[in-house]
């Protein structure tokens, strides 16, 4: 066990620190009472508690470690192995969050917190198989111009949210 951790520290480092981001994202705009401010700051926090703001908890931590491990490591797939996996991840908690409430009509913490966990965990192995791929490690203009559609899609659903599912506060699903 000890050999494995060494040999996987910074990988273990690195999730560890991106599922902590991550869960704190959730709390900062509790500690606003200032509507400009929430206005900023909720292009990169979530504002609300609909399934859509929840996703900034998991592309921001995503996007943010690709970038640092890109440099760490000295290893463009790092950045493109981020983009694929925190992309995979929103994904599939939308689709596991969607699937459970749609038989309990509402946000389950006890669920939410593990399926939030498990999710990073795997998806950020993912992303570490991926670096090493010479294809992920080769496209990275692909991987930037990926990256900036999604957080400007991220963005630009914040202030302009759409109808349905997940737009709705948890209050709206009963």
Known sequence: MKELCSKYRLEIIAVTIMIVVGTCMHFVCDLVD????????GIIFPVNETSWEHMKMI????????????????NKGCFGGFV?????AMLIIIGLFAFYQSFTTTSVLALDIPLFIIVFILCSM?????AKQEWCKKSMIVWVICAI??????IYLTYQPGPGYLFLDDTGLE
């Open 84 to 88: 694929i996996s925190g992309t995979a």
């Open 126 to 130: 993912l992303a570490f198989l991926l």
């Open 34 to 41: 200032n509507e400009s401010a929430m206005k900023v700051l």
């Open 149 to 154: 559609l999604i957080t400007g899609l991220i």
């Open 59 to 74: 592309w921001y931590p995503f996007l943010g470690a690709g970038i640092i491990l890109s440099v760490i490591k000295k």
